[in-house]
T-cell receptor
Framework: GENVEQHPSTLSVQEGDSAVIKCTYSDSASNYFPWYKQELGKGPQLIIDIRSNVGEKKDQRIAVTLNKTAKHFSLHITETQPEDSAVYFCAARGKNAGNMLTFGGGTRLMVKP | DTAVSQTPKYLVTQMGNDKSIKCEQNLGHDTMYWYKQDSKKFLKIMFSYNNKELIINETVPNRFSPKSPDKAHLNLHINSLELGDSAVYFC????????????FGAGTRLSVL
């Protein structure tokens, strides 16, 4: 089955700096890669996603890149703000029964004012 | 209006008891899911349910059983609760099977004493 690894597990940045979170996946047939943000006491919320036919996608301060050959994808947050502090999860959808998502272990991002 | 709602938010119970967690979505989605998030924040799929088709993650003990009275509801019933079942359980839904754009509930924190 699919295996998704995420690094780093914790990341502390100064407000205004950039943050990068990286994930690798094992199933070369995976074709969909979403990123979720989980704030304290809440459920994960989709912030951006990318499909395997695209190498990069951007939405304001957030961007995601995908390298299919190397089987890794990354989340980039520019001009970080304190409200970006949360746990971020990457995920991959492989060729499994039900096309279910496999999540990475999460990254706790702390943005210091 | 909350898109995916779970009840209760907190559940404290003794080992050996049977308990249920309810989930309702008002998005008109076809597919619903249950996830378990442990104390280290790992998020693992437990079940996917679409149009009466249940797909089970093989690692889930058979003490856990999802029950869907209709398309908008997917409840989770747990028999003979164990200490290791303590976690936050999230319900989610998506428009179609395939895991794209999943909407999560706020979670149910289960504590087994």
């Amino acid at each position: 089955g699919e295996n998704v690894e995420q690094h780093p597990s914790t990341l502390s940045v100064q407000e205004g700096d950039s943050a990068v979170i990286k994930c690798t996946y094992s199933d070369s047939a995976s074709n969909y890669f979403p990123w979720y943000k989980q704030e304290l006491g809440k459920g994960p919320q989709l912030i951006i996603d990318i499909r395997s036919n695209v190498g990069e996608k951007k939405d304001q301060r957030i961007a995601v890149t995908l390298n299919k050959t190397a089987k890794h994808f990354s989340l980039h947050i520019t001009e970080t703000q304190p409200e970006d502090s949360a746990v971020y999860f990457c995920a991959a959808r492989g060729k499994n029964a039900g096309n279910m998502l496999t999540f990475g272990g999460g990254t706790r991002l702390m943005v210091k004012p | 209006d909350t898109a995916v709602s779970q009840t209760p938010k907190y559940l404290v119970t003794q080992m050996g008891n049977d308990k249920s967690i309810k989930c309702e979505q008002n998005l008109g989605h076809d597919t619903m899911y249950w996830y378990k998030q442990d104390s280290k924040k790992f998020l693992k799929i437990m079940f996917s349910y679409n149009n009466k088709e249940l797909i089970i993650n093989e690692t889930v003990p058979n003490r856990f059983s999802p029950k869907s009275p209709d398309k908008a509801h997917l409840n989770l019933h747990i028999n003979s609760l164990e200490l290791g079942d303590s976690a936050v359980y999230f319900c989610a839904s998506s428009p179609t099977r395939g895991g794209t754009i999943q909407y999560f509930g706020a979670g149910t924190r289960l504590s087994v004493l």
